[in-house]
């Protein structure tokens, strides 16, 4: 019904404007529908379909955010969530297991349930600071400060039926800190973390396949760090972001040229202090980072570089309040998401994204079912987000919850979906009515509206 009215207003308007055209005092025949009545036209369309259709309430958003699986699905507490996607979209989430004398437990979902990935607490012995990363082939490697090697790093990987050391267990100099690793194009993993004997100065290193080696020297930033995130570019570039103690706490990003760590851009280059730093690169090798900011309100920021310096993504500060354990994604287009606990909303998780001139909440703002700690978010192929969180509201265990939201309604013209807020008329889409004689001619264009799951929820 919706269709047909907008369809019928938009072509009583045409004849409308045909026969003012053809009673105008030159006469003369109106060789094209000028680009004004396309917009006009299009405007109907708009206008027809604000006033057929009821808006969804803001409460509902919510209902696009589920649980994946069963809330709190660990055997017991848990600290450290990190979470990864396979290809396919399978989540895995890696963790300290309180169940298992606080060693690393990987549970993945397997459509319908969680499993355990190999043994429960494989480690030997307690870890902090889990990290996970997945290979192209999605075998998942952790790393970690173990704590049966003198709180050094130590790197495992599943073989398909039983976790694995990779190289030799505590390999780093000495005890480390903020452990954060991430596999190249071939699989080979790289690893980031503070290191005391280094001055708590950032170090990474990678497995070469017979032993780990240091990427460029042992700490190479200016002094200590905190909070390292690890990324690769398409060419297996390393990047760190860091709390950079040497420039009054602010964020720092460093890359390895082949020969030296340098910095991307200006050292210490956020308004203030930083906590939580996390750091994505784009398809071009962008480098974006995500943190706490300390100059506005503990609220979230994001900087990226543009080339020559660093700038702010949208506003800084852009959360509704004060934030902590955030975590950085971008999606295939270079989108990026942000994850958090959010204190003005119960110290719930959030989800917030840039539409390219603002930052919105994606579904609800804290949209957890209570406190949330140790966020961490994915995007799946389509662009989804997944979050992994310690879940205060089932005794502190795991929970994964996904959005599962698109755009709320559809509207397509020639099979081609219209972007909310498109005004540029298009003959792909059919919002482009083209050229026709005014006299004689006539252009029928078939819009369809549909409502998404998301809505129908």
Request: charged share 15%; glycine share 10%; net charge negative.
């Amino acid at each position: 019904m919706i269709i047909t009215n907008i369809i019928e207003r938009a072509e009583a308007r045409e004849l409308h404007l045909k026969d003012h055209r053809k009673k105008n005092k030159n006469g003369k025949n109106m060789k094209t529908l000028s680009r004004l009545f396309n917009i006009f036209v299009i405007a109907s369309m708009l206008a027809t379909l604000a006033m057929s259709v009821q808006p969804v309430p803001q409460a509902a958003a919510a209902s696009v955010w589920e649980t994946v699986g069963s809330a709190g699905f660990s055997a017991g507490k848990v600290s450290y969530t990190s979470l990864a996607l396979d290809a396919s979209g399978t989540p895995y989430v890696a963790y300290m297991d309180n169940a298992n004398s606080n060693k690393a437990s990987v549970m993945k979902f397997n459509g319908s349930s969680w499993v355990n990935v190999g043994s429960a607490g494989f480690s030997a012995g307690q870890v902090d600071d889990i990290s996970l990363a997945l290979d192209a082939s999605g075998t998942p490697y952790v790393a970690y400060v173990d704590n049966a090697n003198s709180y050094k790093a130590s790197v495992m990987k599943f073989n398909g039926s039983s976790w694995e050391t990779v190289g030799s267990a505590g390999f780093s100099a000495g005890q480390v800190d903020y452990t954060s690793i991430v596999l190249d194009a071939s699989g080979t993993p790289y690893v980031a973390y503070e290191e005391y004997i280094n001055g708590y100065s950032t170090s990474v290193m990678k497995f070469d396949g017979g032993s780990w080696v240091n990427v460029g020297s042992a700490g190479f930033s200016a002094e200590g760090s905190n909070w390292t995130s690890l990324a690769l570019d398409a060419s297996g570039t390393p990047y760190v972001a860091y709390e950079d103690l040497a420039n009054n706490s602010k964020a720092s990003v460093m890359k390895f040229n082949g020969s030296n760590w340098v910095n991307v851009g200006s050292a210490g280059f956020s308004a203030g202090g930083v906590v939580y730093t996390s750091l994505a690169l784009d398809a071009n090798g962008a480098p974006y980072v995500a943190y706490k900011d300390g100059a506005n309100g503990n609220k979230a920021s994001v900087m990226k570089f543009n080339g020559s310096s660093w700038v702010n993504v949208g506003s800084a500060g852009f959360s509704a309040g004060g934030t902590a354990w955030i975590s950085l994604a971008l999606d295939a287009s270079g989108t990026p998401y942000v994850a958090y606990m959010d204190s003005a909303n119960s110290q719930k998780a959030s989800v917030m994204k840039f539409n390219g001139s603002s930052w919105l909440n994606v579904g609800s703002a804290g949209f957890s079912a209570g406190g949330s700690n140790l966020t961490s978010l994915a995007l799946d192929a389509s662009g989804s987000p997944y979050v992994a969180y310690v879940d205060v509201a089932n005794s502190q265990k795991a929970s994964v919850m996904k959005f599962n939201g698109s755009p709320e309604m559809d509207v397509k013209g020639n099979s081609v979906s219209i972007a909310d807020g498109d005004t540029t008329p298009n003959p792909a889409d059919h919002t482009d009515f083209g050229s026709v004689d005014i006299a004689t001619g006539t252009t029928n264009r078939t819009f369809t509206i549909a409502k998404t799951p998301a809505m129908l929820s």
